[in-house]
């Protein structure tokens, strides 16, 4: 019974949304970054979640790593205005090459801040 | 994202309800669909075979572009009797992604010698399901075919409408246990919804082959339900 229940609060440390409601409700300024489309082979399934604060401090993945860092730059700018961004990442784009994408595969990202 | 949906959304999924967060894509405005809310249309449709699939993903409805999110909770396994058949059937359960918790009040059985690594509890399954009692996300499995031990948690999981009930016995012992849960007031739609004898058909003969097929079983009533929709 405890391992299960060791399990569970342990998921939801590691759970996105769960840090995004904790975060929020810290005062904090959060956006959610999501998986919403992959093509060919994607490091993380769509509906993956990265959360974002306006420091730059982040939870949860949207890739292997290769990404996260152009995510997280961009979460600052959305934070700031509030629109929601569409973030696109593939090989055959030149900047997602650079940041590292070396899966082959392309993700499209969505950003949106909470609130 | 809204922020107070965000709230409500967790909290669905602490208690373990099945939820879509959609999101227009256009205006990035959410809506949270929790499972059997009625929505009309092509987008209705596309949120019901969400529901149904579990995967996430962009949906065309209404000359709009909406992103679903799927929460389904994980899936639990409850095995009343630590029986042989349970020995091997909790690790491979475990390792197909199932939650799984085995209960049997008889101690010389639940020992945690015969069942390392497993959630074991070793009480009466009415007080061993105390702090998580079986959902719909959840699958019953009863292996002691002692009444005194499965009966209990099988008229529980007919009644909460558990994905999947089977109870070990024979067509014999079977027949014993529908008279007994028709006296417990369980219809026989109720009852029919029990998988016994219990697991696929597969010429199953040592526990470990008996387990393979209930897994199997389990698996087929999760992925591909009789009745899609049918809730």
Redesign the interface.
């Known amino acids: 019974?405890t391992?299960?229940t060791i399990?569970q609060a342990t998921d939801d440390q590691l759970d996105p949304?769960?840090v995004?409601?904790r975060w929020?409700l810290d005062g904090r300024e959060v956006a959610?970054a999501?998986v919403?489309?992959t093509w060919g082979s994607a490091p993380r399934?769509?509906?993956s979640h990265l959360v974002i604060d306006a420091e730059g401090s982040f939870s949860g993945s949207v890739s292997g790593g290769c990404v996260e860092g152009a995510v997280i730059s961009e979460a600052a700018g959305v934070i700031a205005s509030g629109?929601?961004k569409?973030l696109e990442f593939g090989v055959a784009d030149e900047t997602a090459w650079r940041v590292g994408l070396s899966c082959g595969g392309r993700i499209q990202v969505?950003l949106?801040?909470?609130? | 994202?809204?922020?107070h949906l965000?709230?409500k959304?967790?909290e669905a999924?602490r208690e373990r309800k099945a939820a879509i967060m959609l999101?227009d894509?256009a205006d990035?405005r959410n809506r949270l669909v929790m499972k059997g809310d009625p929505v009309a249309g092509e987008l209705g449709e596309a949120i019901e075979k969400a529901f149904r699939t579990g995967?996430?993903?962009?949906v065309e409805a209404e000359g709009q572009r909406f992103?679903l999110?799927?929460h389904v909770p994980s899936p639990r396994m409850v095995i009343i009797g630590a029986v042989h058949i349970s020995q091997a059937l909790a690790p491979m359960a475990a390792m197909a992604g199932f939650?799984v918790?085995v209960i049997d009040p008889r101690t010389a059985f639940a020992t945690p010698e015969r069942f390392e690594n497993v959630?074991l509890?070793a009480d009466w399954p009415e007080d061993a399901l105390k702090?998580?009692p079986i959902d719909a996300f959840t699958a019953l499995v009863a292996v002691t075919h002692d009444p005194k031990i499965d009966d209990w948690p099988l008229i529980s999981a007919l009644k909460t409408g558990a994905f999947y009930v089977g109870a070990l016995g024979s067509r014999k012992t079977h027949a014993r246990r529908v008279e007994r849960l028709t006296e417990a007031g369980l219809g026989e739609a109720a009852i029919d919804r029990i998988a016994a004898p219990i697991g696929l058909d597969i010429g199953a003969q040592s526990p470990e082959e008996i387990a393979v097929a209930i897994l199997a079983q389990v698996i087929a009533a999760l992925r591909k339900p009789a009745q899609p929709g049918r809730d």
């Open positions: 019974m391992s299960q399990a949304l769960m995004a409601e929020m959610v999501t919403i489309e399934p769509v509906g629109e929601p569409m969505y949106e801040r909470v609130g | 994202m809204d922020p965000l709230r959304l967790n999924r999101t894509l990035g995967k996430s993903g962009t992103f999110k799927v939650d918790r959630d509890v702090d998580r």
